[in-house]
């Protein structure tokens, strides 16, 4: 046991459970992902199967999230504050809530309701809310190091790099999003429940990147103010 007074005031940034936070919140869209393409080729059964496992998923992200609010004292020396990396992780986690919520939509209704014109939008959105949980996954991996080598230029760039992934991709998720809005002029006939519920689904898979760019905004934040 160390026996250096500073020890008991001075602790590394926790960012191992953050980093396994976002690793859970990657599986998460990738099922959320393979679920989605499932729910348009009717294939219910395994459909339901991964959208339970994608809420499972959040639950164990949910419980890193508290493990991490409960066990980071305040009163101690760390690279960042303790309440910058709370907000962090409050934000991370929004990521999982959606994927939760999509995998809780996607279990109401069948895919008849949504109108077929407009599926390999949201096919796409999906597929690149997966390359956006990838690309923050890194992002919280290089901050890691950033904090390891007390905020070197390199590593500095290599979070970066990523961060201007994520928001890259979030536009162009932005620009599918007020593509999929318009055409739904194009849809007279649909009945009022089911164009709630494409309404709905969209904005969850839009809304996973928002959430994520939030969480890359916060990593800038971190960076710029050292």
Not at 105 to 123: A, G, H, Q, Y
Not at 138 to 160: R, S, Y
């Amino acid at each position: 046991m160390t026996t250096n007074p500073l020890a008991k005031i001075f602790i590394r940034s926790p960012f191992e459970p953050i980093t396994k936070h976002a690793e859970i919140t990657k599986e998460a869209i990738e099922k959320l992902n393979a679920a989605f393409n499932l729910f348009f080729e009717r294939d219910y059964s395994r459909m339901e199967t991964l959208c339970k496992e994608v809420i499972d998923l959040e639950t164990d992200a949910d419980n890193i999230k508290a493990k991490i609010r409960e066990k980071l004292p305040s009163g101690i020396l760390m690279p960042v504050s303790r309440g910058d990396i709370l907000d962090l992780i409050d934000h991370q986690d929004k990521i999982a809530d959606q994927a939760e919520n999509l995998a809780q939509w996607l279990l109401i209704k069948e895919t008849d309701s949504i109108p077929l014109k407009m599926v390999e939008f949201m096919k796409r959105i999906m597929d690149l809310n997966v390359k956006i949980a990838e690309a923050y996954l890194n992002a919280v991996k290089e901050f890691k190091d950033v904090i390891e080598t007390i905020f070197m230029k390199k590593e500095i760039n290599d979070v970066m790099k990523y961060i201007e992934i994520v928001e890259n991709l979030e536009g162009e998720i932005d620009r599918i999003q007020f593509t999929l809005r318009n055409s739904f002029f194009d849809f007279k006939e649909i009945d009022p429940v089911s164009l709630y519920y494409t309404t709905k689904i969209i904005d969850i898979i839009s809304d996973i990147s928002d959430k994520a760019e939030a969480s890359v905004h916060r990593l800038r934040i971190l960076i710029a103010e050292k």
